[in-house]
T-cell receptor, first 113, second 111 residues
């Protein structure tokens, strides 16, 4: 089973709200990723977690705060977002950061009003 | 040096035809080249991948051709079907490093 699940599917939030995106995988993968994808563009890497520790932060603004509570779960906490942050947020996982095959979830469509 | 250039931006193919998408890279340290398929409103799905020690890899109707000397690789979709209509992204990476995606190709297959 190569399934990565994400909730919610859609999220609309105001610029003063606080919300969280959730990602879960049960493949025993030890690396998990957050990507941001704008319309008609490729995914852009935001964060990488390896063995539940943050290993890569691609200079993402602090209004995005990742968290990895355990090896199966990945959260992205959102606060004081801007309208330009509206995008599809994708979670992915791989067996390890040294193993290339990344499996993506269906994404959360975020709209910031 | 970290870019992956993908072409064409869009492609229209008749059902049963061959779809060909091309990618080129500069960094000779890249050692993994996957292709992802993405339907509207969905996440990218890993379709097929190749490493530079192999010149071709085939999985069903999908084939990757890899030219190490030219630093190019391509995806061939044989007997293209309307259900193949999607956006395709090539990518490249170095061990322990992130995926570098191409800009994407929107494929439309008409009956």
């Amino acid at each position: 089973d190569t399934e990565v699940t994400q909730t919610p599917k859609h999220l609309v939030m105001g610029m003063t709200n606080k919300k969280s995106l959730k990602c879960e995988q049960h493949m025993g993968h030890r690396a998990m990723y957050w990507y941001k994808q704008k319309a008609k563009k490729p995914p852009e890497l935001m964060f990488v977690y390896s063995y539940e520790k943050l290993s890569i932060n691609e200079s993402v603004p602090s209004r995005f705060s990742p968290e990895c509570p355990n090896s199966s779960l990945l959260n992205l906490h959102l606060h004081a977002l801007q309208p330009e942050d509206s995008a599809l947020y994708l979670c992915a996982s791989s067996q390890d950061v040294g193993v290339h095959e990344q499996y993506f979830g269906p994404g959360t469509r975020l709209t910031v009003t | 040096q970290q870019q992956v250039k993908q072409s064409p931006q869009s492609l229209i193919v008749q059902k049963g035809g061959i779809s060909i998408i091309n990618c080129a890279y500069e960094n000779t340290a890249f050692d993994y080249f996957p292709w992802y398929q993405q339907f509207p409103g969905k996440g990218p799905a890993l379709l097929i991948a190749i490493r530079p020690d192999v010149s071709e890899k085939k999985e069903g109707r999908f084939t990757i051709s890899f030219n190490k000397s030219a630093k190019q690789f391509s995806l061939h979709i044989m007997d293209s079907q309307p259900g193949d209509s999607a956006t395709y992204f090539c990518a490249a990476s170095i061990l322990n490093d992130k995926l570098i995606f191409g800009t994407g190709t929107r494929l439309q297959v008409f009956p």
